[in-house]
């Protein structure tokens, strides 16, 4: 039954940002699918508690923020502690500054590669050593089309970087690791509806540009980011590796 490739029972997976927005549909879509799930955030969020509850996943929450430098170490050691394995990764955490650059400082831009790149480097590193020892991992990072175009009316030269960097991570990674069974990908979201992007949405200067400018007319929801995510983690998409997978409704054709 080729809906069996879709299933990820006895699978451990850790989604870093899964407490909220798309992080946590993937958490909930993975969990579904029978992983048990490790969701990864600042802060413990009751919602996401509830949401992966009523969804009947077995989930945790480890507290990390992974701006720091022993982040991803500590939390891949906890994991590891806890679950026994480590088999898919989804470094999903990330953050959007925007602004003109000619005020951009270096502070600012620190905050975003800290995140967006640096913290998803380190968390794949991390995950390597567990992944080799069990002979299998798949790897997923949250790019974004932002890494592919520069989209407008909002400056984001940080943030537009940061995306392509994780990009091209996803290949150089998959490439690396090929002959081992692990695989790299990325998605590409366009504009999802979460507190990431609501200020935009709210916007009226803004949003009726993101929108004219994505053929499909609206945005995303995290669902239809999470269906994906499954595929890209699930034996479904066992020969694909070191792809990024565009979900924007369109935007990156025009
Ligand atoms: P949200 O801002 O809604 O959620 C971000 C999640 O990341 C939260 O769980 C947050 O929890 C966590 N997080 C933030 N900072 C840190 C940190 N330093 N350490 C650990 N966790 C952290 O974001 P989205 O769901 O919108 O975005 C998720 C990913 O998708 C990001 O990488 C984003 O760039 C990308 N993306 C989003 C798009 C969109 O339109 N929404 C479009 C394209 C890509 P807490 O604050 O408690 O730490």
């Given at each position: 039954?080729?809906?069996?490739?879709?299933?990820l029972d006895?699978k451990v997976a850790?989604?870093?940002?899964?407490?909220?927005?798309?992080?946590?549909?993937?958490?909930?879509?993975l969990g579904?699918a029978g992983a048990r799930v490790?969701?990864?955030?600042?802060?413990?969020?009751?919602?996401?508690?509830?949401?992966?509850?009523?969804?009947?996943?077995d989930?945790?929450?480890?507290?990390?923020?992974?701006?720091?430098?022993?982040?991803?170490?500590?939390?891949?050691?906890?994991?590891?502690?806890?679950?026994?394995?480590?088999d898919i990764?989804?470094?999903?955490?990330?953050?959007?500054?925007?602004?003109?650059?000619?005020?951009?400082?270096?502070?600012?831009?620190?905050?975003?590669?800290?995140?967006?790149?640096?913290?998803?480097?380190?968390?794949?590193?991390?995950?390597?050593?567990?992944?080799?020892?069990?002979?299998?991992?798949?790897?997923?990072?949250?790019?974004?089309?932002?890494?592919?175009?520069?989209?407008?009316?909002?400056?984001?030269?940080?943030?537009?970087?940061?995306?392509?960097?994780?990009?091209?991570?996803?290949?150089?990674?998959?490439?690396?690791?090929?002959?081992?069974?692990?695989?790299?990908?990325?998605?590409?979201?366009?504009?999802?509806?979460?507190?990431?992007?609501?200020?935009?949405?709210?916007?009226?200067?803004?949003?009726?540009?993101?929108?004219?400018?994505?053929?499909?007319?609206?945005?995303?929801?995290?669902?239809?980011?999470?269906?994906?995510?499954?595929?890209?983690?699930?034996?479904?998409?066992?020969?694909?590796?070191?792809?990024?997978?565009?979900?924007?409704?369109?935007?990156?054709?025009?």
């Open positions: 039954m080729i809906l069996e490739k879709f299933r006895g850790v989604v870093t940002g899964g407490t909220r927005g798309i992080g946590l549909a993937i958490a909930k879509a579904e490790i969701i990864s955030a600042r802060t413990s969020a009751s919602e996401a508690a509830e949401v992966l509850t009523n969804a009947n996943v989930f945790e929450f480890i507290e990390a923020d992974m701006r720091e430098e022993g982040a991803a170490d500590e939390l891949t050691r906890r994991v590891i502690k806890r679950m026994g394995r480590l990764l989804v470094n999903n955490a990330g953050v959007a500054i925007h602004g003109d650059s000619g005020d951009f400082d270096d502070e600012t831009w620190r905050k975003i590669m800290s995140l967006n790149v640096d913290a998803v480097f380190r968390s794949c590193r991390a995950a390597l050593a567990p992944m080799r020892a069990q002979g299998a991992g798949v790897i997923l990072n949250i790019g974004s089309m932002s890494g592919i175009v520069s989209n407008i009316p909002q400056n984001q030269v940080a943030y537009n970087s940061s995306k392509a960097a994780v990009h091209m991570m996803t290949k150089s990674l998959a490439s690396e690791l090929a002959l081992e069974n692990i695989r790299v990908n990325a998605m590409a979201p366009g504009y999802i509806e979460t507190d990431m992007s609501r200020g935009g949405i709210e916007n009226p200067d803004w949003f009726p540009i993101w929108r004219d400018m994505t053929p499909m007319g609206r945005v995303g929801q995290p669902d239809e980011v999470a269906a994906a995510a499954l595929f890209l983690c699930s034996p479904a998409s066992s020969y694909v590796t070191g792809e990024v997978l565009v979900i924007d409704g369109g935007y990156t054709t025009r």
